[in-house]
């Protein structure tokens, strides 16, 4: 079986990074035998921007619709102002591949010690499902009288019935298969008090169809503090754009570190190729160092397996990282150790190979 | 000397922890001896909602005006909905006294552990600077096509350069006159491109003037990620209205919770009364159990103390909240004791009289 896979590196950490997924994904490959990926990578990013001026070609979104799934690095570098390196390339595909389900799992891994005092693996195990096409990413507004004392800028934060209804949906859909008893919905309606009253609207109603959940509304302010005091109290967070990008960064924090968060942009109706990224960004900082941790990108390889239909091999690489954190000798400095990004992958692949 | 006080004790626990702000605000009068409250209290709540279909009567703000400062308890309960008690009451005072600046430390106090596991009290001292009128709490917005497929619902984010100018200086301000070094400004201007490029923009701007502070702008997703796994990088750090409220009640989890963070809703003009508030809400669900934390509303006397000149009261009420919780035989559940919220203003009297 053949699976058509579009790899698209980015900047600063993303080549690092990728390099080792690329090895894990060519061992699985080989140990399974039964597919075969066929791999097409490309060099958009903020240096084919400053040669283009434009992130990806004219038709880059026509090249990668073919693709069953795309992997994708960081991208972002001084040079190019951040919402450009966004809007132009990240933020397309996201929203005209439809993968409106951003899947982020939120867990302490075995082997490394969550930053809170006292929490413990059981209690840092849950998913934040965070809608990923509209909402307060709608790039709709502008700026008014520029450069005279009553200037405006103004932000349109869209939220659509369409898009509110599939993501709540999804939500639910998933805790219900996953047997979860409690579904957290991202609110701030007492001050947002337009689009976040209909948020809350289509939950309710939504909420209705699956009498054995429990519904819990918070808003975002306290639900960003029990995260830190009780984070045991979630299994299936739904949220916003914007407050499902807060509230996975918040999560990444808790469990550990930005290095090992993953995700799935997922178009569930597969009408579209979905994308696997770490969480994390292009980090200039420690770019070209050969120091970043692969673990999110690696990790973001299982969940792309399992969205292809093999989950045992998403088992088997959560498996290989874990027994590497667990037996603590390979760590990247954000881990507090010395090994470096290659050393890490090499590790993991190591684990992998003899499991 | 007179000073004008007017209470809103609010509801659920807003008139239990009131009632120990009191006591504490009467010892200082009598220990002090130069300045004298005229107290005036409000029963402007949900019951009053419920009794009248407004939150306050119509000439409520106008009765407000003509106070020197207004100690706030909290609003909200379960039979009207969030949004009605907080845009008819607590956001209308913010924005008509042009209470631009939201005053919020984040500051572990001494005799509390963080449940961060490896942060001290000087990792933990610092403070968040909210705006406090406009931005993503502007109230612009609607519905369309409401019941249909077709529904949208609308939020506009509104930044001014008025709006924007003003926090950001005086949070550049305040940093300068309390020789702080990092400024750090919460920003979204990757995703969010009309708002906060503009925000972005205009803390580049204000910063030319500060030479000797150096600024640093961070996605509201790291920041937030931050503040668990290096809070001791901040020392003042400017929001906008939504970005400062999510920070600051993660700010308070980081610091042992809720019930200890107090605020200053203040009109750095004086032109209006400022007002005091806890950040936490009314909490409904431990309403009339008396076991409600009143520190974070004896220290938002403390901040009103300050504001009115007598900064000398400020760290008494600190130093007796402090001796108290160092002390520890007197904790409400929420510090794992089983003191009643009185029990819990008592002792902090008992101290505040010994200093
Ligand atoms: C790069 C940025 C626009 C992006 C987002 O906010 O979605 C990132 O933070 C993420 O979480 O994937
Ligand atoms: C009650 C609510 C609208 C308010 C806010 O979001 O400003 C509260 O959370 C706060 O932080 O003071």
New binding site residues.
Partial sequence: KHHSLAVIPGDGIGPEIMNEAMKVLQLIEEMHGGFKFDIQSFNWNCEYYLKHGKMMPDNGMEILKDFDVILFGAV?EPRVPDHIS?WEL??PIRKTFEQYVNMRPIKLLKGLESPLRHKSHDDLDFVVIRENTEGEYSNMGGRLHQNTPYEIAVQNNVFTRYGTERIVKYAYEYASCHNVKRLTAATKSNAMNHSMTFWDDIVKEISQQYNTIETNLYHIDALAAYFVSNPEKFDVVVASNLFG?IL??LGAAIVGGLGLAP?GNINPEQKYPSMFEP?H?SAPDIAGKGIANPIAQIWSVGMMMDHLGYSELNHLILESIENVLVDGKVRTPDLGGTATTSDMGDAILERLRTL
């Fill in positions: 972002g966004v990240i933020l990008d996975t960064d995700s969480i960004g």
